[in-house]
């Protein structure tokens, strides 16, 4: 059990353009989800809380305009990273959290974002 | 503030016995997690403590004293595949998770 999907696994594109990638929760139903960004040899690093139903919550630093989180339904969250520059070339990961008591995340396999 | 130490890497030989440590200052605690992370891959989830003690999962045991600040991380048997990175992570009184750096941890023949 406990398993999360994330699509694509991988993507490139061209500066400017946006990208969407989504999260999904397989088989628990996730009231808040998390999606983190992670550099070559670095930490993960939280961008954002997504709560079902409700406005995002964004870490210091992290631009709500240009990373658009929608989490529409209890399975579902997904991350548009909107007219994306080089900078943003990154390893995009989700997590879901169980909420059944002990609050385990439970991580996507990630998107490899490349910015060309 | 909110801090989570571990060390930033760690040698060991295959088949041998290795503890990664944790110590952690935070606001309020409702868990501690560890995580594995290949080099990547996303992290997998490993083990939770809420109480002190000692929970062990096959080759992989963690332990927990709260009164501390402090955690473990032990594999036994090692072997290659265990070459990866291990997160700490605590839970705060808002649920929310605060990670530390990672621990790279390289598995020698």
């Known amino acids: 059990g406990a398993v999360v999907s994330q699509h694509p696994s991988r993507v490139i594109c061209k500066s400017g353009t946006s990208v969407k990638i989504e999260c999904r929760s397989l088989?628990?139903?996730?009231?808040?989800m998390f999606w983190y960004r992670q550099f070559p040899k670095q930490s993960l690093m939280l961008m954002a809380t997504s709560n079902e139903g409700s406005k995002a919550t964004y870490e210091q630093g992290v631009e709500k305009d240009k990373f658009l989180i929608n989490h529409a339904s209890l399975t579902l969250s997904t991350l548009t990273v909107t007219s994306a520059h080089p900078e943003d070339s990154s390893f995009y990961i989700c997590?879901?959290?169980?909420?059944?008591?002990?609050?385990?995340?439970?991580f996507g396999p990630g998107t490899r974002l490349l910015v060309l | 503030g909110q801090n989570i130490d571990q060390p930033t890497e760690m040698t060991a030989t295959e088949g041998a016995i290795v503890q990664i440590n944790c110590t952690y200052q935070t606001s309020g605690f409702n868990g501690l997690f560890w995580y594995q992370q290949h080099a990547g891959e996303a992290p997998t989830f490993l083990s939770y403590n809420v109480l002190d003690g000692l929970e062990e999962k096959g080759r992989f045991s963690s332990f927990l004293s709260r009164s501390k600040g402090y955690s473990y991380l032990l594999l036994k048997e090692l072997q290659m595949k265990d070459s990866a990175s291990y997160l700490c992570a605590c839970m705060d009184s808002n649920y929310q998770l605060i990670w530390g750096a990672g621990t790279k941890l390289i598995i020698k023949p």
């Open positions: 997590s879901a959290r169980d909420g059944g008591g002990q609050e385990t995340q439970y």
């Open positions: 088989d628990f139903q996730a009231t808040t």
